[in-house]
């Protein structure tokens, strides 16, 4: 309800403000959406299947229009020695981990924005930039971006990548779900493209049935958790694995929201602009009576003298 | 009061050795901006995907809003709780606030990728941020202390208007708007000075939630939901330090005698104000049990102890001694220390405490951050020295019957 309430309060003022500044209604529409739909997507990941090809990675950044090497360049397994962070020039990577013992696989890895239901980026981006969409992706509109990387400091999985090296529009760059494609009806370019069938694209509850499904199915293969179920409140990519998340590198995190915390002092604080204001009164009283004070004691001493 | 105390601007030679030290590092400061704004963040700092933020966030704006304090607590002191003497310091804190704010605002400038969109957020609107208050706080705030200032500018050319040339033909249209500003000023004042502790006591405090969306990726013995008021009270206790130190520098520098009552008495109000502080700490410390962090050796846990121990007990212990009391000298040493305390904690919070779950190369700034934070700070020392050499900000004693503008005592 307050939510909601407030949320009108600063929609109605971000009209108004772009009205008087002649804006187009496009800058007030990417509000951040903070009703999650039912039916939204998200991508199961199974790494006991994944083999490391990193075509998706090719996918991606093709999808992306971002520099890639041939396809063929992506053989080369030598990558895997050195662990790699999604940047602003690969919005996903795909990791190794060695086997501990001979007889086993290694486990590959795919790393990319996890599309939080309440994203950090959402709620931190000063201008709103960033949004929650209604299909689960998690997008930002790079006209408002000023560059302050609040974002990159909010993530919990560290995943906004910035363009340091431009002196000129910089970037905040990170996986978008390949919005534009599932608009038109197509897969992400990494479900599309993967030969394992690592990657399972579906509404997000879909999803976590199969995932328990597959868990109880196959209790020897899984652990019992999928990943992203209940972290940081819910993502919209999910992960199952065969050990423990954090020996995979993954963040050990909580099932509370990440901009909980600082969302309920920011509206504690700013309720109805009632706490500023009452500190204004009370001040501009203080002011007022110590004022008479000193006033009345002036004029005594005239008095005296 | 045999003698009267009036701010007059004290005009002097503008270059002195120490000046023209501090001229130096502002030009070179000055030279790394500009390289920023031709190569890119990425040339200039040792930030990364990993780092987002750096020196320029924590020390200069974070660092640089707590230590501009006391402005808004000299205002609440002097004006809200109406003590008249403490009216002569108002203007070097006003001025400081100004100085200091200024350059926050700049340095977010220099910080901003796309700095060419600050005015975003004026329209751009997210309730949700933390950032977007800060921002939009230290906006609002900066434009009170510039109006606040105004009656100093009116003060010093009402009735000296004097325009060269062409322009002489304004001499009297200009004198007649500023004899209106001022009288307009005069009667509104009230609105601006409540405003702007207001507006103090939110983004000070706001600053503080800026790092709780970090959650666990800061370190446990800073992070804590009641960041904020940690903020706040900090902000509080370092206000009155600040004009002590400040007053103490200027007063040297200026071959004037130092004001030691007030001096005296603002520190006497420093000790409550830190033991508040170092209670809530302290208490913050044992109710969420992260004593344990002490017990490890680390960056950290040493960072941590030396900003509660230098910082904060140690100035503590010497505003409540008397003989620390009667001496500006121990005094300004005693106010260094709790300056120290809060920029140490600023820079932890922002940086030391900032630990991302994958980290390729920790971070230590590059000589061009800490070359243009340098240069910002001593281009501020060189500002204030040109104001107060320009404007009525410094009090000095005025003799009754004499007509010489002021005078100056050596120490």
Not at chain 2, 67 to 80: D, K, P, S, V, Y
Not at chain 2, 216 to 242: C, D, E, N, R, Y
Not at chain 2, 309 to 329: A, H, N
Not at chain 2, 335 to 349: E, P, S
Request: include cysteine.
């Amino acid at each position: 309800m307050i939510n909601e309430s407030r949320r009108k309060f600063l929609k109605t003022s971000a009209l108004i403000g772009a009205g008087i500044t002649g804006l187009s209604t496009k800058s007030v529409k990417a509000e951040p959406k903070y009703v999650l739909d039912e039916n939204r997507m998200g991508v199961l990941i199974d790494t006991t299947v994944c083999i490391g090809c990193r075509k998706c990675e090719w996918a991606c950044k093709t999808a992306h229009d971002l520099p890639t090497q041939p396809i063929e360049s992506y053989d080369d397994r030598t990558v895997f020695e050195k662990m790699r962070r999604p940047d602003a020039k690969a919005l996903t990577v795909v990791n190794e981990y060695p086997p501990k013992e001979t007889d086993q696989f290694p486990i590959n890895v795919k790393v990319q924005c996890m599309h939080c239901d309440k994203p950090a980026c959402v709620s931190a981006c000063i201008v709103g930039a960033f949004s929650k969409e209604e299909n689960g992706s998690v997008i930002w509109d790079t006209d408002k971006c000023i560059g302050c990387r609040y974002c990159m400091v909010a993530c919990p999985f560290q995943i906004p990548a910035f363009e340091f090296e431009k002196a000129w529009h910089p970037d905040i760059r990170k996986c978008d779900f390949c919005f534009d494609r599932t608009k038109e009806g197509k897969l992400p370019a990494c479900v599309e493209i993967c030969p394992m069938e690592v990657l399972t694209y579906g509404t997000r509850k879909s999803l976590i049935e199969r995932a328990h499904q597959k868990i109880s199915l196959y209790p020897d293969r899984y652990i019992k958790h999928i990943y992203g179920e209940f972290e940081v409140g819910g993502t919209s990519w999910l992960y199952l694995a065969s050990k423990d998340f954090h020996e995979l590198q993954f963040p050990k995190l909580g099932t509370n929201t990440a901009p909980g915390v600082s969302e309920a002092i920011q509206h504690g604080i700013f309720a109805y602009f009632v706490p500023p204001v009452a500190l204004y009164a009370l001040l501009g009283g203080v002011m007022w009576i110590n004022k008479k004070k000193a006033e009345s004691n002036k004029n005594k001493e005239v008095h005296h003298e | 009061m045999s003698e009267n105390m009036k701010p007059v601007p004290l005009p002097r030679r503008y270059f002195t050795p120490t000046v023209i030290v501090i001229a130096v590092i502002a030009a070179v400061g000055l030279l790394f901006v500009l390289a920023r704004l031709i190569f890119g963040i990425g040339a200039v700092t040792n930030l990364s995907n990993e780092f987002p933020w750096g020196i320029w966030i924590g020390i200069d704006v974070a660092a640089g809003v707590a230590l501009a304090a006391g402005g808004f607590t000299t205002a609440a002191l002097g004006h809200i709780m109406h003590k008249e003497e403490y009216h002569l310091i108002t203007r070097p804190a006003l001025l400081t606030a100004m100085l200091g704010y200024t350059f926050v605002a700049v340095s977010v400038g220099i910080d901003l990728g796309r700095y060419y969109y600050i005015w975003h957020p004026l329209i751009m609107w997210n309730g949700n941020s933390a950032l977007f208050e800060v921002g939009m706080c230290v906006m609002i705030y900066l434009t009170v202390l510039y109006i606040e200032f105004l009656p100093i500018v009116t003060e010093r050319f009402i009735g000296r208007v004097n325009l060269p040339g062409f322009f002489k033909r304004f001499n009297v249209s200009l004198d007649k708007l500023l004899r209106a500003l001022d009288r307009g000023l005069d009667k509104t004042m009230f609105i601006f000075i409540i405003a702007g502790v207001v507006l103090s006591c939110l983004h000070q405090s706001s600053l503080g939630t800026l790092m709780i969306i970090a959650g666990p990726k800061m370190h446990p013995l800073w992070q804590t939901p009641i960041l904020p008021l940690l903020f706040l009270l900090s902000a509080m206790s370092v206000g009155f330090p600040m004009v002590i130190f400040e007053s103490y520098l200027t007063s040297k520098s200026f071959g004037l005698k130092p004001e030691t009552n007030i001096m005296a008495n603002l520190g006497s109000m420093v000790a409550p104000l830190l033991g508040i502080y170092l209670s809530f700490k302290l208490g913050d410390m044992v109710i969420r049990q992260t004593f344990v962090y002490l017990t490890e050796f680390n960056t950290a846990s040493v960072m941590f102890v030396i900003e509660i121990v230098i910082g904060v007990v140690v100035p503590l212990r010497l505003f409540l001694s008397p003989q620390i009391q009667k001496s500006p000298m121990g005094l300004s040493i005693a106010a260094f220390l709790v300056i120290f305390g809060v920029f140490l904690n600023r820079m932890n919070n922002f940086i030391v405490a900032y630990n991302p779950p994958y980290v390729f190369q920790s971070y230590f700034p590059s000589i061009g951050e800490i070359s243009v934070t340098a240069g910002f700070i001593a281009l501020e020392i060189l500002l204030f020295r040109a104001f107060v050499m320009i404007f009525p900000i410094v009090s000095v004693p005025q003799h009754s019957g004499t007509k010489a503008k002021f005078s100056i005592r050596s120490v």
